[in-house]
Structure formats: structure tokens, C-alpha cells
């Protein structure tokens, strides 16, 4: 699993002039926003984690290959926010859904659904949306389950409830992503119409593996 690095920022407000210190409190409750999303992926991934040494003792197999998480820059954030029109603030950040993200990558298709169904019938997560990219590919040809949960977090004096987002995909659906994400990325146009039918259809012949591969699985 990957985490990203926390970088705490703690507002020293002693000593500051009291024209900034309602900018300083503000900056102070966006930084402990931030250590809530950090709190809520660690929920979740340690939830996954045991679900996944659980299968691993039960049936000497583990449906979770990887998991790479983050949580959004703080500078990505407040562009989201700008960009959504909500003034820029802490209260704000609850209205983002994918501030706290987890890719969790599996070996089958299978054990996408499995892993997903197990971690919403917890009782104290609470599924907000599933959008299914698998069953419903994108027009590019991306493929994954998405997920948008409530996890309770527990602090000192009370408890919050954060969303995190999931992307649940098999290893080529993330090869394919990762690519495909890589070559618009360092392309300063448009990909072509030719390029884009291409990029699908390697998409399509990856799925196609992935349902080969898992056939493969299920025989042995």
C-alpha cells in the first residue's frame, strides 16, 4: 500500500498582527480538515486490509493485489472548490467528495464486486453513490467500479463522518488508465480521433484478457 506523506501545518498565531488571525484560524481548521481525510483513508484501508487477510486465510488467496492512496493537494483542492463556486474554507471541503481517494487494485473482476460488497455491508460504513464503469464503460474505454463511502472517524472529544472515494479495478483496467492518462497528459493537442479509437480498443482487448484470465482462475 502507498500513502501519501502528511504534512501538517500548525498556525502559530502568537504574536500576529490581528488584521491575519482570522485567515491564520481559517488556514488552522483546513489543516485539520486535511488530518480528518488522512484519519478516514487509514479506516478504510485498514478495513480492506483485513478483509483481504481474511480471504488470504480462508481460501490461501488474496482478491487485493495493491492499494495506493491519497488524499487531493491542498492547492488541487481549493481549485475544486473555486471551481464549484463555494467560498474558499474549511466548511467548503465538505462538500468534496474525492478529497480522500483509495485505488484498489485487484487481480479478477470477481474480486472487484466481492471486495466492495463486503466492505459496504460494514455496519458503520455508509455507501453515497457506486458508479459502475465496468458493466458501463466510458466512451474512452475506462473501466472501474467507483465508490463514494462515509467512514466514522473517531477524535479526542468527538466523532466525524468523512467521505472517501474507491476505485476498485483489476490490473489491466489500471495499466490502461495509468497509460491512457500518461499520453493526454504529456500531449500539448487533443489526442487524435484515430488515437482515441485505439486507446478504446486496447481497452476492449484488455477486458477481454481479464475475462480469460479469470475463466483460467475459476478452472484452477
Do not use: F, W
Given at each position: 500500500m502507498i500513502l501519501e506523506k502528511k504534512n501538517d501545518l500548525n498556525i502559530d498565531m502568537q504574536g500576529?498582527?490581528?488584521?491575519?488571525?482570522?485567515?491564520?484560524?481559517e488556514m488552522q481548521a483546513i489543516m485539520e480538515m486535511r488530518n480528518l481525510y488522512h484519519s478516514a483513508i487509514r479506516e478504510v484501508s485498514t478495513k480492506l486490509e483485513i478483509l483481504d487477510d481474511e480471504f488470504q486465510?480462508?481460501?490461501?488467496?488474496?482478491?487485493?493485489?495493491?492499494?495506493?492512496?491519497?488524499?487531493?493537494?491542498?492547492?488541487?483542492?481549493?481549485?475544486?472548490?473555486?471551481?464549484?463556486?463555494f467560498d474558499i474554507c474549511a466548511d467548503s471541503m465538505k462538500k468534496i467528495t474525492d478529497i480522500a481517494g483509495i485505488r484498489v487494485i485487484c487481480n479478477y473482476v470477481d474480486d472487484i464486486y466481492k471486495i466492495a460488497e463486503l466492505l459496504i455491508k460494514q455496519d458503520d460504513i455508509e455507501l453515497v453513490r457506486e458508479r459502475d464503469y465496468i458493466e458501463h464503460p466510458k466512451e474512452s474505454g475506462y473501466r472501474s467500479l467507483h465508490l463514494i463511502v462515509i467512514v466514522p472517524v473517531f477524535l479526542a472529544e468527538k466523532t466525524e463522518k468523512v467521505p472517501v472515494e474507491l476505485q476498485i479495478r483489476t490490473i489491466a483496467m489500471d495499466t490502461w488508465a495509468s497509460l491512457e492518462h500518461e499520453l493526454k497528459y504529456k500531449s500539448n493537442e487533443d489526442l487524435s480521433e484515430e488515437a482515441v479509437k485505439s486507446l478504446r480498443q486496447c481497452a476492449e482487448d484488455m477486458a477481454a484478457i481479464d475475462e480469460k484470465m479469470q475463466r483460467i482462475h475459476k478452472k484452477l
Open positions: 500576529m498582527p490581528s488584521s491575519l488571525e482570522p485567515l491564520a484560524s486465510v480462508k481460501n490461501d488467496y488474496n482478491p487485493i493485489h495493491h492499494m495506493e492512496c491519497r488524499v487531493k493537494s491542498l492547492q488541487s483542492t481549493m481549485e475544486k472548490i473555486e471551481k464549484k463556486g
